[in-house]
Structure formats: C-alpha cells, structure tokens
C-alpha cells in the first residue's frame, strides 16, 4: 500500500488552456473523490466515483470540468479552457465502503495538485 | 443548507497546555464525525471518527466528543507538542450519499 498519488503536484498554465491531472488511488478502494481547496478555506467536493460509475458530482462544478475512471482504478480531472479562478489545490482522496467489517467512509487524500492559471 | 462552523480565528497555545477545537454544524443530522489534520501544502490525514450513539472517543492523546443535542464536536489535544501545529478540519457526515462537507479548519499553534 503506497497511498493516493497524484500527478503532476504542480501545474502552471495560462488562461484559456486546457489541463488533466491524475489520480491513483489505494489499490483496493472502490471509492474516490476529487476536492478542490483554496487558501484557508476546507476541502471542497467536486465529484464523486464508486468503481467506474461516477454517482455524483458537484452542481458547483461548471461543465468545464469532466473526469473520469475508466477501469474503476485511476482517475483523471480535466478542466478546459482554464480561468484565474480555477486556481487552486486539486485533491484527490480514495476510500473503501468496509472498514473492519463496518461502514464507514475514512477517505485517504492524496498529496494534491497545485494549479495556477495566469 | 448544510453548514459547518470551526473556530475561525487561529488558536495559540503554550506547549504542554491542552488544545480545544471546535466544530459546529446545522441542518445535518450525522451518523459520524471524523477530524482530519492538515499541513500547509499537503493533503488532510484522518484522525479520529466518531459515531452519533458515541459521546467520547480517545486516541492517544487524542480526545473527540459528540454532542448530538447541542450539534457539536469538541476536538482535544492533551500535552501539545510543537509538532502538533496545524489546520484542523471537521467533517459530520450523514449516512447515505457520497458527499462529505469539511469545515474550513482552524490553524493551531503550539509554541515551545
């Protein structure tokens, strides 16, 4: 088990491109979710998969933003066409519906990815 | 809607002393709680969970409880240690549906 990466961990882009970031959960966790998070504020929920099937995402979350998880392990997060205030931290964090033999959903984050849109 | 309040102001205490944090939420009705630490520029790391038919749970030096009355959570960190500086953010979560709502966190400083 090494843990939810994600890559790259920093991104520099200007307005109007597009970019995708990559997520590799915890093996064995059928949950994952990507967060967006800004300076002093929490973890912000933008979307959500179980396997392949994305279940729910955001009404926050404009339809510049799709992701995706093909084979139900890794995820990537696009977002087109980038504005300034897309900037921010990109988290993604991974779970597994029993743990222990009881409900629960302890998300296990990732190291996050920084975006700057100039 | 669904809102959480954490102490907005960040909260300074001397080493040794014991950190209290806490976490307010309204239109929620949580089957568990979980705390989670974060580092500036790194992602949360869970703590502690805690469920609606638990008052008190304990980790280490780790205290959580639960009042379901007054909507609350209290987080305490017994013996502060200067490593123990960071954002701490709470997270009630309903039972069903995906989505977790996190508070804004609180900034805790612990000088030596």
């Known amino acids: 088990d090494t843990g939810v990466s994600q890559n790259p961990r920093h991104k520099i882009t200007k307005r109007g491109q597009n970019v995708t970031f990559r997520c590799d959960p915890i093996?064995?966790?059928?949950?994952l979710y990507w967060y967006r998070q800004t300076l002093g504020q929490g973890p912000e929920f933008l979307t959500y998969f179980q396997n392949e099937a994305q279940l729910e995402k955001s009404r926050l979350l404009s339809d510049r933003f799709s992701a995706e998880r093909p084979k139900g392990s890794f995820s990537t997060l696009e977002i087109q066409r980038t504005e300034q205030g897309d900037s921010a931290m990109y988290l993604c964090?991974?779970?597994?519906?029993?743990?222990?033999?009881?409900?629960?959903?302890?998300?296990?984050f990732g190291p996050g990815t920084r975006l700057t849109v100039l | 809607s669904q809102k959480i309040e954490q102490n907005s102001e960040a909260l300074n205490i001397q080493e040794g002393k014991t950190a209290t944090l806490t976490c307010n939420y309204t239109?929620?009705?949580?089957?568990?709680l979980q705390w989670y630490r974060q580092d500036p520029g790194r992602g949360p790391v869970f703590l502690l969970l805690?469920?609606?038919?638990?008052k008190e749970k304990r980790k280490e030096r780790l205290k959580v409880t639960f009042d379901t009355t007054l909507k609350q959570s209290l987080f305490h960190i017994t013996a502060s240690q200067p490593a123990d500086s960071a954002t701490y953010l709470c997270a009630p979560r309903n039972t069903g549906g995906f989505k977790t709502i996190f508070g804004a966190g609180t900034r805790l400083f612990v000088k030596a």
């Open positions: 964090a991974s779970s597994s519906n029993l743990q222990g033999g009881v409900f629960t959903d302890t998300q296990y």
């Open positions: 093996s064995e966790h059928n949950r």
């Open positions: 239109n929620y009705s949580p089957a568990y």
């Open positions: 805690i469920r609606e038919n638990e």
